[in-house]
């Protein structure tokens, strides 16, 4: 079986890191290439490293619709069985490129949608138009979290449509023996000028707005002689450095950039912190319990959806400095070592996260006629002739983003702070929205049909939506 990934970027921001992780871990009778869109930044130069094909289409901006020819001239000569897109630019032309391809098997990863949000930016009806009309194009979108399973059905996705695979750690990369943590802690911290004694808070995400790192920076005003370990790039570099310097904290600020050894960074850390306020799985807080370390978070899906006792070192709060601060400052004083892993991450581990996707890609593509194929139109399995019956028409929906004006030029394209204005009517530290209160997801989407290793905890009925329909980090 032959699979293009279509993303928008290859920087090192989440969803990248995690389409990367699981190309490592799926099965190799699979032969899995990648489309970038634009930017192939670092997490390209690690999967060229490890022999994966990366194709850069050089688009050049929101309204260079000349990718689309060079996309499907790709597709179309790779003859692949299946395409998967990944963010929203990626999405809107992988799933129209397939199509015009012949492609019939067009699976999306929704990563980063919240309510009102997505990748970060306020929708628009717009934009909400063209990723319902793309979202006809394709087979299946994959949620990686129940919260973002509900917000497609509140957008008007079909539930049959939808199925949750959640996101997964490499719980194993995290793992080191004394010994090694010791000497990756020493090491590191020396090279960030970190006193080998001194209490360090770490975090792990793009500079962005709604990562509110802010919050930590200003508890650390509170906490004598405690240092801040902000691991990822991003457009608030400067205002955080000019917010640290304001604060009298500058020299207690240590920014690493992008780095691709985040879990021997982690070992440098006494207490990692997650202070937004909406996530769509919260995969950095994952990371940290893989590392043995506390967490104190306000805002993890992937937490939400399993019981309390999956995560006990974890701690929920408000995202203010004030809490912060009087919970780092009882770290401060226990300085509690590495912890064990807890529960929550096996239920994440990325091996069984690959092996359910890659019988998921089985499933979709199993040739017409045989046993537990669904479809009904004759040919390659695949490649699709015609167009299914309902789905949207690729010349229609190309008509479509003409007559936007700005075709995809409203595709997120990363953080804005508009994020505040639209998520500033939420309280502070409050729980995903797709969370019911017993615990479980209102997401009416299947589990993916795999190994039946995870748990099924997030894929637990709800209640009808407001469309009436019955029961996806």
């Not at 015009?100 to 309510?115: D, F, K, M, N, P």
């Not at 950039?257 to 070992?267: A, H, I, M």
């Not at 040739?367 to 040919?379: K, L, M």
Request: hydrophobic content about 40%; aromatic content about 4%; proline content about 9%.
């Amino acid at each position: 079986m032959r699979v293009l990934h279509v993303v928008t970027g290859l920087h090192a921001g989440g969803a990248e890191r995690q389409l990367a992780l699981l190309l490592r871990h799926l099965p190799k009778d699979q032969q899995h290439e990648v489309a970038a869109l634009t930017n192939p930044g670092t997490v390209a130069r690690g999967l060229r490293a490890d022999g994966f094909t990366v194709h850069h289409l050089d688009m050049r901006g929101n309204r260079d619709l000349g990718v689309l020819p060079r996309l499907t001239r790709l597709i179309r000569s790779g003859r692949y069985d299946l395409v998967h897109t990944h963010l929203y630019r990626a999405m809107l032309y992988g799933r129209l490129a397939a199509r015009l391809a012949g492609v019939r098997t067009v699976v999306a990863t929704e990563h980063s949608l919240q309510s009102g949000v997505i990748e970060g930016r306020p929708t628009s009806r717009g934009v909400r138009a063209l990723y319902l009309g793309a979202e006809r194009l394709g087979t299946t979108t994959l949620a990686v979290s129940g919260q973002v399973a509900a917000v497609l059905d509140e957008w008007g996705v079909p539930a049959d449509r939808v199925r949750l695979l959640p996101n997964g750690v490499d719980a194993a990369r995290y793992r080191f023996t004394p010994a090694a943590r010791a000497a990756h802690r020493g090491r590191l911290r020396a090279q960030l000028g970190l006193p080998i004694g001194v209490f360090v808070i770490g975090a792990v995400g793009r500079l962005v707005p709604g990562k509110r790192f802010h919050v930590p920076l200003e508890a650390l005003v509170r906490l004598t002689d405690a240092r801040l370990l902000l691991i990822g790039e991003g457009p608030e570099r400067g205002a955080l450095l000019d917010l640290a310097a304001r604060l009298g904290v500058r020299d207690r600020l240590v920014l690493t950039g992008e780095r691709d050894d985040v879990p021997e960074l982690l070992t440098a850390v006494d207490v990692l912190v997650s202070p937004s306020r909406e996530e769509t799985f919260g995969l950095a807080a994952l990371e940290g319990l893989a590392a043995g370390l506390p967490l104190l978070h306000s805002a993890c899906p992937a937490l939400a959806e399993l019981p309390a006792d999956a995560a006990p070192h974890a701690r929920l709060l408000p995202s203010e400095p004030e809490p912060y601060a009087r919970e780092l400052a009882l770290l401060a004083t226990t300085r509690p070592g590495p912890h064990p892993v807890p529960p929550a991450v096996a239920h994440y581990d990325i091996a069984r996260i690959a092996t359910d996707l890659a019988d998921l890609y089985r499933h979709l593509t199993t040739p017409p006629g045989t046993a537990g194929d669904t479809r009904q139109d004759p040919g390659r399995p695949g490649r699709e002739p015609a167009a299914a019956s309902g789905a949207a028409r690729p010349a229609s929906f190309a008509r479509g983003l003409l007559r936007a004006g700005r075709g995809p030029a409203a595709a997120p394209g990363g953080e804005s702070r508009q994020v505040a204005a639209a998520q500033g009517s939420g309280r502070a530290g409050r729980e995903p929205a797709g969370r019911r209160p017993d615990g479980g997801s209102r997401s009416t989407a299947a589990a993916v049909p795999g190994s039946g290793a995870l748990p099924a905890a997030p894929a637990v009925p709800g209640p009808p939506s407001r469309r009436g329909r019955g029961g996806r980090s």
